[in-house]
């Protein structure tokens, strides 16, 4: 019998425990809606103003990420990820309230 461990999943990069080597997606993306998510989840990064950004949901309201003005935001946050070695969806929540999921390829 196979002792259950923690994978990040492919899909969305959250973490799922799984009793099976050969499993890369976690149930949530495997059995619901697979594609791009309509909000953010927990631990997602998000921003108002593309220079501070804050960890979604978690108590700790400090950024996680500060940029420089005049400098992209997706060098300093791909270094986050990279640091941390998480890679979280990236949001912008716009003055109304919408988040809007942001890609970190340069265009």
Same mark, same amino acid.
């Given at each position: 019998? /196979?002792?259950? /461990?923690?994978?990040?999943? &492919?899909?969305?990069? !959250? *973490?799922?425990?799984?009793?099976?080597?050969?499993?890369?997606?976690?149930?949530?993306? *495997?059995?619901? &809606?697979?594609?791009?998510?309509? =909000? +953010?989840? =927990? &631990?997602?990064?998000?921003?108002?103003? !593309?220079?501070? @950004? @804050?960890? @979604?949901?978690?108590?700790?309201?400090?950024? $996680? $990420?500060?940029? +420089?003005?005049? &400098?992209?935001?997706?060098? !300093? $946050?791909? #270094?986050?990820?990279?640091?941390?070695?998480?890679?979280? %969806? $990236?949001?912008?929540?716009?003055? !109304?309230? %919408? #988040?809007?999921?942001?890609?970190?390829?340069?265009?």
């Amino acid at each position: 019998m /196979s002792v259950p /461990s923690f994978k990040s999943c &492919e899909i969305c990069s !959250h *973490l799922y425990q799984t009793s099976s080597e050969h499993d890369t997606i976690c149930p949530e993306c *495997l059995y619901g &809606e697979v594609g791009e998510p309509h =909000e +953010p989840q =927990e &631990e997602d990064l998000v921003t108002d103003d !593309h220079q501070r @950004f @804050f960890r @979604f949901g978690m108590s700790d309201r400090r950024p $996680v $990420v500060q940029v +420089p003005e005049d &400098e992209d935001w997706r060098t !300093h $946050v791909k #270094a986050y990820m990279d640091r941390t070695m998480y890679w979280p %969806n $990236v949001w912008f929540i716009s003055d !109304h309230g %919408n #988040a809007h999921l942001l890609s970190l390829e340069e265009k």
